[in-house]
């Protein structure tokens, strides 16, 4: 029979683990005790006192370093479905449905899913912080007190640094309060040049800057799949409304290229993609996923629409005009709805900025790019080739666009006899137009249709809104701001465009951004002449689905998927 030992020694005993740091070798010396004996009396310690005993003291020399996750062979493809968890906290029921699809995509190659946690201390404040009645309902459902992680989603759980392909890295390591209004901040230099995945309730991505020889870096955060669960005070109240469903799909092939993709869990559970190369789109709802493969016979799509980044015709790189528009490239292996052009026209030719820069007009006009009227050739030709018969075409009014009125009102056209004629015929129509009352003249519009560019196409007017995926209980996405010019007079950034109350697809940043409901695309150039110094630049488009669901799809190396 194992003697009683007295709770003073049992003290006594903790007293000295404390003491040592947590070296408990070091604590049963000082106790002058086996060690064995030792760690059995911490242990009843720990049970007639009521407490519990972590690590002390810790620490390490170096930080956190990603273990290499192995390239697939050949022409396989490895794939991860990554999310965040959050502790005490029941699962999303649209969690089976990312379940059944990793389990379909393991027919085309490995899928794992990888969860991330993040804690959160609802008991923080007490029952002396919070709404009257609610700490008690807490305590009920079991949501005080123990850390723990719905069971079902254990299994999935990794907290470690996973290099997933060269330069991308999933940041298990991390712990962002799911409250942080971007979860993002202060990451751009974390690991290096790598990319970065982090675990957060909200989905987020930020471009970062590079030289010209080097790719973007991005980081992203990836939603989550665990329930609201937030402390109802002012901070946790906003931050439920940008509480974030899903998760990322990371496709990593043999070459060690990677293509990231949000998968965001819709009002019913459902969750669309894109789907594996071959297919133009994935359905998954009610655990059963619906595949439309691409065939001559049909263009049935889930995809609503595509904001493509910013045009720029006469710039546009051959390599990108090719993948997304030439035939069989992604517009046709997407087939949506709709298709959302901004900055088509560029001003290259009469760029405002290089007006008065004498040696760049020089050089324009030996290379042949300073003639207006063959820019809006170009950039009608680019547009009868993009445009389809069977989606919407629109063209966002942009800031590039007002380079054209800005040259007819301010070019000193005496000293450009090259632009001479057309200036004159351009100005004719303007002042026209003037004269018959009709405000809404657009004289790019009119210029581009002179060149025989599709009836079809739409032109959309200064702040005229074009909303999608409108429903009696969703908003809609407003898709007809170009980014330029935002609320109240202000910059049109990403942030200011959050004041609208309405999610919004733009673009003119020229880098992707994912900002609580606000999406910015890239541009379908990298290599602009204008560009100096460091840019977050990158070839990426806004792809938005039949139920307000959406993602950003960088091309890279010569696709868009693995």
């Not at 990603?66 to 502790?87: D, E, F, H, M, T």
């Not at 809404?440 to 560019?453: G, H, T, Y």
Request: net charge positive.
């Amino acid at each position: 029979m194992t003697p009683e030992v007295p709770v003073e020694e049992l003290r006594k005993d903790v007293e000295a683990y404390v003491q040592s740091g947590g070296n408990r070798s070091a604590a049963a010396r000082m106790r002058k005790l086996p060690r064995k004996t030792y760690t059995y009396r911490l242990e009843l310690a720990q049970k007639k006192l009521g407490i519990q005993l972590g690590k002390i003291v810790d620490g390490r020399v170096d930080y956190v370093k990603a273990a290499k996750r192995p390239l697939p062979k050949g022409k396989s493809v490895a794939r991860y479905i990554l999310s965040s968890v959050q502790n005490n906290t029941h699962p999303h029921p649209g969690f089976a449905n990312l379940e059944a699809y990793a389990e379909w995509l393991r027919s085309f190659g490995t899928c794992e899913i990888i969860l991330g946690t993040y804690s959160y201390a609802m008991d923080a404040y007490g029952a002396k912080a919070v709404k009257r009645g609610t700490y008690e309902k807490a305590a009920e459902r079991g949501a005080l007190g123990k850390l723990w992680y719905a069971p079902e989603l254990v299994p999935y759980i990794n907290d470690d640094s996973l290099e997933l392909a060269p330069g991308l890295v999933w940041c298990g390591e991390m712990n962002i309060l799911p409250t942080a209004t971007n979860p993002l901040t202060g990451l751009e230099d974390y690991n290096g040049r790598k990319s970065n995945i982090i675990p957060h309730a909200k989905h987020a991505l930020e471009s970062v800057a590079s030289l010209a020889d080097e790719p973007t870096k991005f980081n992203y955060a990836t939603g989550t799949v665990t329930q609201r669960n937030y402390i109802q005070k002012r901070i946790g109240i906003m931050a439920e409304r940008k509480h974030s469903y899903g998760g990322l799909l990371v496709e990593v092939d043999a070459e060690g290229n990677w293509y990231v993709r949000q998968l965001q869990i819709g009002a019913k559970g459902e969750v669309y993609d894109i789907g594996p190369s071959g297919y133009r789109g994935v359905r998954i709802e009610g655990g059963k996923v619906e595949a439309i493969k691409i065939t001559e016979a049909s263009s049935r799509s889930f995809l609503e629409a595509i904001t493509w980044g910013d045009i720029h015709a006469a710039e546009m790189e051959l390599w990108v005009r090719q993948l997304a528009w030439a035939k069989g490239g992604m517009l046709d292996q997407l087939a949506p709805r709709k298709q959302f052009w901004h900055d088509v026209f560029s001003m290259r030719s009469r760029s405002h900025h290089e007006m008065r820069n004498f040696h760049r007009t020089f050089e324009k006009w030996v290379n042949d790019e300073g003639n207006v009227e063959g820019e809006m050739l170009v950039t009608a030709d680019f547009m009868t080739e993009a445009h389809r018969p069977w989606l919407e075409s629109v063209v966002v009014r942009s800031n590039h666009d007002r380079h054209l009125d800005r040259w007819l009102n301010e070019a000193r056209i005496e000293r450009d006899p090259e632009n001479a004629r057309y200036y004159s015929l351009l100005q004719h129509q303007i002042l026209q137009a003037v004269e018959d009352g009709d405000r809404d003249f657009n004289v790019l519009e009119w210029a581009l249709r002179q060149k025989n560019i599709p009836k079809a196409i739409r032109f959309l007017g200064e702040d005229e809104s074009y909303v999608i995926c409108r429903t009696r209980d969703f908003v809609g996405i407003e898709c007809g701001l170009h980014g330029d010019l935002g609320p109240n007079g202000s910059r049109g950034s990403t942030r200011s465009l959050k004041k609208l109350g309405r999610p919004a697809n733009k673009a003119h940043d020229h880098k992707a951004t994912w900002m609580d409901s606000t999406l910015s695309a890239g541009a379908c150039s990298t290599k602009f002449p204008y560009m100096k110094g460091p840019g977050a630049h990158s070839v990426s488009h806004i792809g938005s689905f039949e139920n307000g669901a959406r993602q950003i799809l960088t091309f890279w190396q010569g696709k868009f998927r693995a």
